[in-house]
């Protein structure tokens, strides 16, 4: 079983398809927000919604950011400031950044 994490940038909605589909061959992936909040406002607004409850369905997915955000959807994200992140990171076979 390999651990990857999904660092997500531009591409959300399908950097959530792709880790949804990685879990699928029982890797463990791990979903990371560095400065950057979910596009919730845009037109990829509902796949992203989507591919997040299918990883909670499965259950083996966690989540982490590393800014202050009060809107309540980030109650399941885990804050981690910039040390903690990076140390995180090195526990990871692969990174990918979407």
Do not use: C
Request: net charge positive; proline share 1%; hydrophobic share 45%.
């Amino acid at each position: 079983m390999k651990k990857i994490a999904f660092i997500l940038y531009d591409r959300q909605a399908e950097a959530l398809r792709v880790a949804t589909g990685l879990t699928l061959l029982n890797d463990k992936v791990d979903i990371f927000l560095l400065d950057n909040k979910l596009q919730l406002e845009d037109a990829a607004s509902s796949l992203i919604v989507k591919n997040i409850e299918m990883l909670d369905m499965l259950g083996t997915v966690s989540y982490f950011y590393n800014f202050k955000e009060k809107n309540p959807f980030y109650k399941k994200f885990t804050f981690l400031n910039n040390t903690q992140f990076a140390k995180k990171l090195l526990d990871y076979n692969y990174i990918i950044k979407y």
